[in-house]
């Protein structure tokens, strides 16, 4: 009978996981985290769709309603051509997603969903707790910390993100993740010009040589995403994936690129009052051969990271957690529900992984409410 799980990281994904299999009647989740602490600025703000009804179907509705912001509406500019957009509200009506499009600051799930383990008798997390090893047992599997201790479990969920250690053990072969040539700002800008970024909708913004995504985020802020091409200076690698970064590098990168005079929307008294603000390398994740190896198992970006551009890695990294309770309740053992996961999930985020990488450049919006919404893509509640 599986009863006990160690979850490696407690991100957005790592914490659904948690969750999902307590409430889908495993009996003690232990979770183990690198950081020494739950919030941090990575990842300003996400988008949330399919999640929000994996929320649902455990009763944590309030999670999302408390932390997101719908998104009703985007409008999308390129140089002097007439603004387009559309109504994602309309768009949505009837669907499996009508009311759960929404987009939402990341450290805000995280306080919601970090509420939820810390109140669940079943879940148990430490933090500061470096993992060094994954291997398989006769009982389970067990993982080893940095400093040569041990703890072992049924199965052991590998949610420690792109650069991933469980990777490495499922599928040894699998190559490290690639840098795309692109490379991408994210920041909040508090209290906005209400006219300027109207409630409940997007703006996206294509430039010569990147694009920009303007959203409201809450009643008061908003997020800013601007991509642009690497340079000889951001040219990064798998080990060096992240820069310094600050407002003024900011405001420099935008005005050496021409963007302020590309556009009306974004200009240097608001770049250079932005906060939470982050610069990293746009990856692709390989396809892995598999999603588990014995009792050890992957989800999030570990085994498919999204272009963070689109924000949508934590979003498939919680229906990952979810579907996995789900599907382990669902089989006599570990291989079987693993299994089941893996075929229920894999060609899915295959097919949204090379969607979005192939477009998140050109009305990313359009063409993420066209897959959330598609059958063969969407999960079945």
Not at 260 to 284: A, C, F, P, R
Request: charged residues 25%.
């Amino acid at each position: 009978m599986k009863e006990t799980a160690i979850v490696v990281g407690a991100g957005l994904g790592g914490m659904t996981a948690a969750l999902s299999l307590a409430f889908h009647g495993f009996k003690k989740i232990r979770i183990y985290e690198k950081s020494t602490k739950i919030l941090n600025p990575i990842g300003a703000g996400i988008g949330i769709n399919g999640s929000t009804l994996c929320l649902d179907k455990m009763n944590l509705s309030h999670v999302w309603k408390n932390a997101g912001h719908a998104v009703h509406s985007t409008r999308i500019t390129a140089g002097n051509d007439k603004p387009s957009g559309f109504d994602i509200k309309r768009l949505l009506k009837g669907t499996i997603l009508e009311d759960h499009f929404l987009v939402a600051k990341r450290n805000h799930l995280m306080k919601e969903l970090w509420a939820e383990c810390e109140k669940n008798p079943k879940i148990k997390t430490k933090l500061g707790v470096k993992i060094s090893e994954y291997k398989n047992t006769e009982n389970g599997a067990e993982v080893t910390f940095a400093d040569g201790t041990t703890d072992s479990a049924d199965i052991v969920v590998s949610a420690d993100g792109i650069h991933s250690l469980g990777r490495d053990f499922v599928d040894p072969d699998c190559p490290p993740p690639e840098h795309s040539g692109l490379c991408v700002f994210y920041c909040i800008l508090e209290n906005v010009d209400k006219e300027k970024f109207p409630d409940h909708s997007t703006i996206e913004i294509h430039l010569n040589m990147g694009m920009a995504l303007l959203m409201r985020i809450s009643e008061t802020d908003a997020m800013i995403v601007v991509a642009h091409q690497a340079s000889e200076k951001w040219n990064v690698n798998s080990q060096n994936w992240t820069f310094d970064v600050s407002p003024e590098i900011f405001h420099e990168l935008m005005e050496d690129h021409g963007f302020y005079k590309e556009q009306d929307w974004i200009d240097e008294k608001m770049i250079k009052g932005v906060t939470n603000l982050s610069h990293l390398g746009i990856y692709q994740q390989p396809h892995v051969s598999n999603w588990f190896r014995g009792n050890v198992i992957l989800i999030g970006d570990a085994a498919h990271a999204t272009s963070p551009f689109m924000g949508q890695g934590a979003n498939q990294a919680m229906i990952d957690g979810y579907f996995l309770g789900r599907c382990l309740q669902d089989c006599e053992d570990v291989p079987s529900g693993a299994g089941l996961f893996f075929k229920v999930l894999n060609n899915r985020n295959k097919e949204n992984q090379n969607k979005l990488s192939k477009n998140f450049t050109k009305h990313a919006i359009r063409q993420l409410v066209k897959l959330s919404t598609r059958p063969k893509v969407a999960p079945i509640f």
